[in-house]
């Protein structure tokens, strides 16, 4: 896997480097030791798959707060996204920027995503999966969001959005007094 950080620190992009031969590809996703070059330690406790039925779907931009925060490790398997994260860490030296990139079944990228941010992404195609790695349980009642169209994030999505949870509309914008969260 080839390691790069993305704007937002402590964020990584990864390419997974395929072997590749007349039946298909194989390639490493995860290594406990390689991912200690960037610093990580936890253990991933979860996994999840989400699945997108239209182009346009929009899912975030969600986090936990501490003591539940987590860091996701993310990878498209099925069609496109554009995948977003927002550095909402106090301490921060890019705190409140965010970063987009193209995750798709074709470009075999993960994203590493730190605890402290809020992540989201836009489906580019129709039946199109995400899977998760998570390092913290889900726990329902802790989950956050800031609302994807935030003004002072000015994110910026690269389609109209056809389908979005109702919760996801309802999260709010970010408030001029807030300060961040532990990362
Ligand atoms: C996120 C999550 C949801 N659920 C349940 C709750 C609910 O009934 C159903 C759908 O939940 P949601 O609407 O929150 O799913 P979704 O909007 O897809 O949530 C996901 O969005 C992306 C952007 C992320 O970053 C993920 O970490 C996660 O927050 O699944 C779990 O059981 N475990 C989980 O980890």
């Known amino acids: 896997m080839i390691f790069q950080e993305t704007t937002l620190r402590g964020a990584y992009l990864i390419d997974l480097e395929p072997f590749t031969d007349e039946r298909g590809m194989f390639a490493r996703t995860f ?12 253990e991933f406790v979860q996994f999840n798959h989400s699945q997108n039925q239209r182009q346009g779907t929009l899912r975030g931009m969600h986090f936990q707060k501490a003591p539940f925060s987590e860091i996701k490790l993310i990878r498209c398997i099925r069609g496109r996204v554009f995948d977003v994260i927002v550095d909402l860490r106090a301490q921060s030296p890019t705190f409140l920027q965010y970063y987009g990139v193209e995750l798709s ?3 075999l990228r993960m994203i590493y995503v730190p605890e402290g941010f809020a992540h989201g992404f836009q489906t580019l195609e129709d039946h199109t999966e995400l899977i998760y790695h998570h390092t913290a349980f889900y726990t329902p009642g802790q989950e956050r969001g800031i609302h994807y169209k935030d003004p002072r994030i000015k994110i910026e999505w690269p389609a109209a959005t056809s389908i979005i949870s109702e919760k996801d509309q309802n999260y709010p914008f970010i408030a001029d007094t807030f300060a961040g969260l532990a990362g």
């Open 31 to 42: 290594c406990k030791q390689e991912f200690a070059a960037i610093g990580h330690n936890k």
């Open 105 to 107: 079944e074709s470009n």
